[in-house]
T-cell receptor
Framework: SQQGEEDPQALSIQEGENATMNCSYKTSINNLQWYRQNSGRGLVHLILIRSNEREKHSGRLRVTLDTSKKSSSLLITASRAADTASYFCATGPNDYKLSFGAGTTVTVRA | DAGVIQSPRHEVTEMGQEVTLRCKPISGHNSLFWYRQTMMRGLELLIYFNNNVPIDDSGMPEDRFSAKMPNASFSTLKIQPSEPRDSAVYFC?????????????FGEGSRLTVL
């Protein structure tokens, strides 16, 4: 079964707007990772947040983690057409058995 | 850095044929993963190698699937005989080390279609 579940399944926004997606998971984790997948390509790692961290930033990305609610959010600020992709959270009970959610498909309209 | 290299990128075969997918991980990475991605099931971990040794193959669907890693720079995933339900994109990923919260580096995938 999938450990992480993203919400919403799909998101359509105007260029320049912010995009927020959420991830809920079921069991305790060491860390939570977010990946991006462009159509027809492999997954690319975006950011990792450890279980003892609450917020992390990387460029236009902001990730939060609430272990009490078993949830995380990914915020993309000032979106661009190039941000059009599927975004996945990945978690697991240990460092190797990562489980990926179904993903959030983000479409950025010009 | 060349990244994780997978071949072939696309494979179309007929049911019953043997399929071999290949992966070259990033040099220096000691963990290698095979994932399968379908619309219905999403991304599934098939098998994980650490230092060329299979550690967890609980995700391998059935005996028709086998994976090997004869050395640190090469791995294969074989399906024999193939079935239409094996149609999916198969990804290989490598990581520098487990236990260091390492990120996974994915290849571009091998899209398999079994007719």
């Amino acid at each position: 079964s999938q450990q992480g579940e993203e919400d919403p399944q799909a998101l359509s926004i105007q260029e320049g707007e912010n995009a927020t997606m959420n991830c809920s998971y079921k069991t305790s984790i060491n860390n939570l990772q977010w990946y991006r997948q462009n159509s027809g390509r492999g997954l690319v790692h975006l950011i990792l947040i450890r279980s003892n961290e609450r917020e992390k930033h990387s460029g236009r990305l902001r990730v939060t983690l609430d272990t009490s609610k078993k949830s995380s959010s990914l915020l993309i600020t000032a979106s661009r057409a190039a941000d059009t992709a599927s975004y996945f959270c990945a978690t697991g009970p240990n460092d190797y058995k990562l489980s990926f959610g179904a993903g959030t498909t983000v479409t950025v309209r010009a | 850095d060349a990244g994780v290299i997978q071949s072939p990128r696309h494979e179309v075969t007929e049911m019953g044929q043997e399929v071999t997918l290949r992966c070259k991980p990033i040099s220096g990475h000691n963990s290698l993963f095979w994932y399968r991605q379908t619309m219905m099931r999403g991304l599934e971990l098939l098998i994980y190698f650490n230092n060329n040794v299979p550690i967890d193959d609980s995700g391998m669907p059935e005996d028709r699937f086998s994976a090997k890693m004869p050395n640190a720079s090469f791995s294969t995933l074989k399906i024999q005989p193939s079935e239409p339900r094996d149609s999916a994109v198969y990804f290989c990923a490598s990581s520098l080390a487990i236990g260091s919260y390492g990120e996974l580096f994915f290849g571009e995938g091998s899209r398999l279609t079994v007719l």
